[in-house]
């Protein structure tokens, strides 16, 4: 619970903004762009990066968990189909987050700021998570939610299912990843 609400949002705005940190400093943007590339094809490549570090993240979770399983004895078989769908359940959830900090740090040349604007959204995971009314909505909760095994809590946004989870944050990810690219194939630099 703790990676999905803290760790995994905090790693996603921190892959964004390290992937934009070398092209902010010393005119990096212009030697980028004029390169026999698209800006659309910059974006893509930044966004997939990002979303393939967090993927590698969460199967070195799995890995974690499996071998933390394993260490301690734990009895019975493997919970395997509630463990897949929570790894890939937290980075489909994540795929907001990439995009609306991959245009954020786009747009801020600091590496700090990017980075500090999302730990301070991070943070009240702790309470939003518990609204029925606001956490299924908040792209910070997002991941935890997707993250808990059916079941396990009655309150607040736990009691979700699954499928309108999947439905928010598929409509965030297209608002937050169309705005991204579209600031960024527009932005003069």
Not at 24 to 50: C, D, E, I
Request: glycine share 10%; with cysteine; net charge positive.
């Amino acid at each position: 619970m703790l990676h999905g609400m803290l760790f995994l949002p905090i790693m996603a705005g921190l892959f964004a903004a390290y992937v934009c940190r070398y092209e902010h400093t010393g005119g990096g943007w212009k030697q980028l762009l004029v390169l026999p590339v698209s800006r659309t094809g910059v974006y893509l490549a930044k966004f997939a990066v990002v979303a393939g570090l967090l993927a590698l993240s969460q199967l070195f979770f799995l890995l974690a968990l499996i071998g933390a399983a394993k260490y301690h004895a734990f009895p019975g078989a493997m919970p395997w189909g509630m463990f897949l769908k929570s790894i890939l359940g937290g980075w489909v959830a994540c795929l907001p987050l990439v995009a609306l900090q991959l245009g954020v740090s786009l747009n801020w040349a600091s590496f700090a700021a990017p980075l500090s604007l999302n730990v301070s959204l991070t943070i009240p995971n702790m309470l939003i998570v518990n609204s029925a009314t606001y956490g299924p909505f908040y792209p910070w909760a997002q991941p935890v939610l997707a993250m808990m095994p059916s079941g396990e809590a009655d309150f607040g946004a736990f009691n979700l299912p699954y499928q309108s989870l999947l439905i928010t944050v598929l409509g965030s990810f297209l608002l937050f990843f169309l705005a991204g690219l579209t600031y960024f194939r527009r932005k003069e630099i």
